[in-house]
């Protein structure tokens, strides 16, 4: 299985932003891990991570035909972007929104997602583990 995983903005800062709420570890120590476990599961990956809304939608058009699925961390862009929403719906990816934290506990404002309801499911909360489930989950 060929698979997208995708990093939103800010998420290049982890380690040191807010370890207390996304964990200590780096984006590179997290990407490891995600690669480990995409061996285990026989997948090919291509990781991703921009601070910006239009390169990520460039980034999952340009992999349309290539992607069977996708793990993806919108991080801020996931309770507003109508546009990263409009970007899975359209080019149909089998898609896994994932979180480090769980945005269910936290401000009301990260309550809300606009992408959910156009994935395949939603992860929240299980730092780095997020990801690895939100892999596993892809073969379901
Ligand atoms: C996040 C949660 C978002 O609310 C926040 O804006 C992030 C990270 C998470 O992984 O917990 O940047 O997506």
Redesign the pocket.
Same mark, same amino acid.
Request: aromatic share 4%; charged share 10%; proline share 10%.
């Given at each position: 299985m060929r698979v997208l995983v995708v990093h939103? %903005?800010?998420?290049n800062l982890l380690g040191t932003r807010e370890p207390e709420?996304?964990g200590s570890l780096t984006l590179e120590e997290i990407n490891q891990e995600i690669k480990n476990k995409a061996q285990e599961l026989q997948m090919e990956l291509k990781i991703f991570q921009s601070n910006h809304e239009g390169t990520i939608i460039d980034f999952i058009h340009e992999n349309k035909d290539w992607a069977q699925g996708m793990v993806i961390? %919108?991080?801020?862009y996931?309770?507003y972007s109508i546009a990263i929403r409009d970007a899975i719906s359209a080019t149909q990816i089998k898609t896994v929104e994932?979180?480090?934290?769980n945005?269910e506990s936290?401000e009301d404002f990260?309550k809300i997602s606009v992408i959910k309801d156009v994935c395949h499911a939603q992860i929240?909360g299980h730092g780095l583990n997020?990801y690895l489930l939100g892999l596993e989950k892809l073969k379901e």
């Open positions: 939103g %903005p800010n998420l709420i996304y961390n %919108p991080a801020a996931t309770h994932v979180h480090l934290s945005i936290r990260r929240s997020s």
